[in-house]
């Protein structure tokens, strides 16, 4: 088992910044690539980015491209997304996830789940 608690999430301007972090523990941390999603009210949970065991691989949905960043210390057991120059569309639930097996977009492809942290991007 794999727990993760994400925190970080708040009200801001758009423009604005906020940094997101994900903690894990239980199993090894460094075995899993790690993403992270959000899913607006009403719509299905959509990849945001994702990086690899190692932290040398990322990739991030071109929504994000260019203003987030993606980032992990094996060390400290602890996922980051940076998210600079945030829209009023970037407003969601941020849910950070663990991926056993690979380096995936995909959210049914990942094994364990935060509870989620707010976001809200005020106009």
């Known amino acids: 088992q794999v727990q993760l608690v994400e925190s970080g999430g708040g009200l801001v301007q758009a423009g604005g910044s906020l940094r997101l972090s994900c903690a894990a523990s239980g199993r090894t941390f460094s075995n899993y690539a790690m993403g992270w999603f959000r899913q607006a009210p009403g719509k299905e949970r959509m990849f945001v980015a994702v990086?690899?065991?190692?932290?040398?691989?990322?990739s991030y949905a071109d929504s994000v491209k260019g203003r987030f960043t993606i980032s992990r210390d094996n060390a400290k057991n602890t996922m980051y997304l940076q998210m600079n120059s945030l829209h009023p569309e970037d407003t969601a639930v941020y849910y950070c996830a663990a991926d056993y097996r690979g380096y995936s977009v995909v959210a049914r492809e990942y094994d364990y789940w935060g509870q989620g942290t707010q976001v809200t991007v005020s106009s």
């Open positions: 990086i690899s065991r190692g932290g040398v691989s990322t």
